[in-house]
């Protein structure tokens, strides 16, 4: 059985930083490109990154809205995808989702940006 | 970006009917290789989106045949036949031909 399992979500000041992870189960995770998905009530789920494979020198994209502040990374020994997120904005509150390409979804965890 | 267009409700439907649930994409979604990147996913309350449809036309593992979608380049549908209570939820449509992107979502409505 596919599972995802994130962590790391919590409450953060504006301008601070925050580490998502995910780890996977239930099927090889070094072939699989990952990607993390948010979802809030104002903008609805918007992709956030993707990282590829090993065969792809590990490339990464990332939509406009976080591009320079968040990073996504991959240790395919530990099954882990993760998500650090820098200077940190109330736009980026939201259920932080992290996916198997466009399959299987864990079931989030949340990052609420306030003061 | 592309950019994924849904009505936020479907038309309210009677338990045991058909329902169908539209989409449209600002440009063709249909790949050289022949594959149409549109993808179908619902939202149970309180649950993370589930995948339906993969590819335009493919029911992913484990989905009811009640599911069933088609559609050109731009535009698109989701059929379920005879609608049942556990179909509640939000349904939205992604392509994935370039960076990921989502519809708003349509919630379908019972009458």
């Known amino acids: 059985e596919v599972k995802l399992e994130e962590s790391g979500g919590g409450l953060v000041q504006p301008g601070g930083s925050m580490k998502l992870s995910c780890v996977a189960s239930?099927?090889?995770?070094?072939?699989?490109?990952m990607n993390w998905v948010r979802q809030s009530p104002e903008k609805g789920l918007e992709w956030v990154a993707e990282i590829r494979l090993k065969s792809n020198n590990y490339a990464t994209h990332y939509a406009e809205s976080v591009k320079g502040r968040f990073t996504i990374s991959r240790d395919d020994s530990k099954s882990s995808v993760y998500l650090q997120m820098n200077n940190l904005r109330a736009e980026d509150t939201g259920i932080y989702y992290c996916t198997r390409r466009t399959d299987y979804w864990g079931q989030g965890t949340t990052l609420t940006v306030s003061s | 970006d592309i950019v994924m267009t849904q009505a936020a409700f479907s038309n309210p439907v009677t338990l045991g009917t058909s329902a169908s649930i539209s989409c449209r994409s600002s440009k063709s979604l249909l790949h050289s290789n022949g594959i149409t990147y549109l993808y179908w996913y619902l939202q149970k309350p309180g649950q993370s989106p589930q995948l339906l449809i993969y590819q335009m036309s493919n029911l992913a593992s484990g989905v009811p045949d009640r599911f069933s979608s088609s559609g050109s380049g731009t535009d698109f549908t989701l059929r379920i036949s005879r609608v049942e209570a556990e179909d509640v939820g939000v349904y939205y449509c992604a392509q994935n031909l370039e960076l990921p992107t989502f519809g708003g979502g349509t919630k379908l409505e019972i009458k």
């Open positions: 239930g099927f090889t995770f070094s072939n699989y490109w």
